[in-house]
């Protein structure tokens, strides 16, 4: 955990930019963004000390499931070391590999694949009693307006089958200010506009089989109501409804970003290449989770992507290089960002 301390940032206000980090959910999965955000957070280090930390350079971190997780580890502050963040980055993957083999405890043998479907049919396919434990143990108490940066965890309330979505108080004074600049003024002033120019987004995903085309429309066709929720085991309806939450989210902000010609503030990092044990979101065996950690290492040799438009597909973009160098620009672009506050705090601007 982290032991370091370093003066507290200022607040967004002082900044021009608004940076934002998003994380997507995916067991664990989550081992890739944990390699992705480590490589961003060294290079930030490289710029500004050791010192540094992503908590220090976003206004908001935001994630759903395993990336809420992400985003609380980072944001939780430490009592015990000047409150700066309780977990760098890099701590995220040695966390997955020594917790997800307790979090998602494998069985074997040869009725293993049956024994797991009866279950998973049944009740849950895992307690969650030691999730909530090591949560409990590792993050402690901590309040959402005690985070060390503005938090959003998107959930959704079965009961009244709706989204609920946990933020910190600072949050929600941002989303009220930037809904106050999206409509006309109750005493009749123009409209103001967004500006979008400002924010600074980096999306950071879990991975996906979409490029394994294991369903297509002849074989769904003839599926019934228990193949929908098992077949080969993954569960295609919830895969259906995941990747398209994803991918219209992705498909939106590319759309915004790219009208205003602002594409460069927006990078999206995703591995769309993924195939058996690795698209699984809780095989957790030792093997799988070190393979995971090479896909996201991979990833970052890869080259930047971004949706096209008319066709939905992801594709290279032909001026941009890989992903670890585009870090490394959005690392700078951060920092100044950072400065910028600094000078501006000081200045009481």
Known sequence: MENQSSPEIPASTYGNLIP?????GGGIRGIIPGVILAYLESQLQELDGENARLADYFDLIAGTS?????????ATPNPKANN???FSAKEIVPFYLQNSPKI???TSGIFAPLGN???AFTGPKYDGKYLHEVIKKGLGDTKLHQTLTNVVIPTFDVKKLQPTIFSSYQTLVAIREASRHLVSNPDGRSTEALDYKRFL??????GSNKSENKYNAEMVSKWGIFTWLFNSGSTPIIDCFSEASNDMVDYHICAVFN???SQDNYLRIQDNTLTGDLASVDISTKENLDNLVKVGEQLLKKKVTRVNLDTGLYEPVPDKGTNEEELKRFAKSLSEARKVRKSNSQDGK
């Open 20 to 24: 934002v980090l998003s994380i997507d």
């Open 66 to 74: 395993a990336g809420g997780l992400i985003a609380s580890m980072l």
């Open 84 to 86: 700066r963040p309780l």
């Open 104 to 106: 998602f405890p494998q």
């Open 117 to 119: 479907t009866v279950k």
């Open 201 to 206: 987004v980096l999306s950071v995903g879990t």
């Open 259 to 261: 009208a205003l010609q």
